[in-house]
DNA sequence: AACGGATAAGCTGCATACAGGTTTTGAGTC
DNA sequence: GACTCAAAACCTGTATGCAGCTTATCCGTT
């Protein structure tokens, strides 16, 4: 688990994945900001390798357009534009509701805990807020609802839309505090009563609910008043990819 | 546009994307069937690069779990498990509701010939079938679908979606060439009717509903009677990649 | 003839050198 | 001082050599 420390010293072999999962995981978690540069040679001299593994794990995240890399100049963290966050969202909201349908796996005792632990957890982060907290926090119950699935295509696809949405709105965490934290305890208060329930259906209703309170958020605070500086460089970059992708 | 030439002779560039989308189209037509064997050095020799350029090709697909590379051993094509099958057809069924719901491009005269087009062809592939031309003028009629998407998202999925069910489907057309062009014709049919009304929304039901037929020849042809013994070898591969999903 | 083990062949994984492209810098000129 | 253009610095893209792993082969033994 190297996010944080640096790991010179580790003799430990990171793999492609490893580090493929690691860079991903910094974009997501807003360690890499969008117009970020990523120098394959840095990442390198870090992990303990060549250059090599390096380009290979960035390639492998490319499809989810949230780096680009243009020679000469290097691999730049990319905001998505209105429009994708836009698509993002829509297909999300739509995604949710299957997560319940398409063949779940049973709830489990440990996973009425893991909820329990994290509704614990959310009511001290809304004491004291902190963003890093607030994040990680809604990672792990991502990746637990993620675990839900039974579908692989399915977990595949919800966790691309994950990615692609986290950094958009991890970036509010900064600003809207109070509303998020509010926001995280009551998802996590109606996922405990559908696990009482062991409603999986319920579940996906209710992600497709709160995914609509964020999403419109979103919208409120970042897409409609665009004073976040991070967001005013982002749309610059985000607008060469565009032309690219269309 | 090298898909049967191996052009040596040529002085062309590829690009590492020109690479990549050559080898999942040669996946997805069989030209690469499951259970074959991609070897860097033959590919790098036909396409005039050195190994790097393919390898990162090759990386690139990698999330689509229709191949699998291991140290020493090489890159296999691996088919696609039951349970796989059975997940991305029920996520294609779903998929293909929201084609005309999230915001589809508007249609146009265009549209309504390239319809024809299929169609006639399709009405000559019915008098004197061949597995290849089916699985073009199947292609053409994908590629037109997913061009009337106007989310970027569901775009990616839909078309992630159809590389994987590709394979497959298509190893059908070499035993039920009668069906599956009485298939298509009755397809382009309901697609025409659908254009003359305008009717975005009822493409992505008809859609639907043929997707839906067959994944019933698959089940019936293909899941059922494991006669095919490219299935067969095939499954302990993908039996292997199953341990590494799951 | 059947079996076991060393060896050779073949593949991918990684490191490194170099080529090609882009941006920045700085000297020279008007 | 402002502007131009060349060169240097820095980045990614590609080729290549070697190390490590896996499998097939073949010889020697039982």
New binding site residues.
């Given amino acids: 688990m190297p996010p944080s420390q640096k790991t010179p010293a580790a003799e430990i ?4 994945e490893d580090i493929q999962s690691e860079i991903l995981h910094r974009i997501c978690f807003l360690d890499y900001a969008p117009g970020e ?6 990442l ?1 001299a870090e992990f ?6 390096i ?2 794990a960035i ?1 492998r995240i490319s499809h989810l357009g949230l780096v680009e ?7 730049v963290v990319v905001a998505l534009s209105t429009a994708q966050i836009r698509h993002v969202y829509d297909m999300r909201l739509e995604l949710a509701t299957l997560i319940g349908t398409l063949s779940p796996r049973p709830i489990t005792q440990a996973d009425r805990e893991a909820v329990q632990t994290l509704l614990c957890e959310a009511k001290v982060l809304q004491g004291a807020f902190d963003p890093r907290s607030y994040i990680e926090i809604n990672h792990r119950l991502h990746e637990w609802i993620t675990s839900l699935i039974g579908n692989d295509t399915l977990r595949s696809f919800w966790w691309q839309t994950y990615c692609q949405a986290a950094s958009t709105w991890y970036r509010l965490s900064n600003e809207r505090s109070c509303d998020m934290a509010k926001a995280l305890v009551a998802e996590l208060n109606d996922l405990n009563t559908a696990l009482d329930v062991g409603d999986a259906t319920a579940i996906g209703y209710i992600q497709r609910t709160h995914i609509g309170y964020g999403y419109q958020r979103i919208k409120t605070h970042l897409l409609a008043t665009e004073t976040d500086e991070g967001a005013a460089s982002a749309r610059v970059v985000s607008g060469l990819r565009n032309q690219k992708t269309a």
Same sequence: chains 1, 2.
């Fill in positions: 072999k990171y793999t492609v540069q990523l120098k394959e040679a840095e390198a303990g390798v060549s250059r090599t593994p380009r290979d390639g890399t243009r020679n000469g100049v290097g691999t």
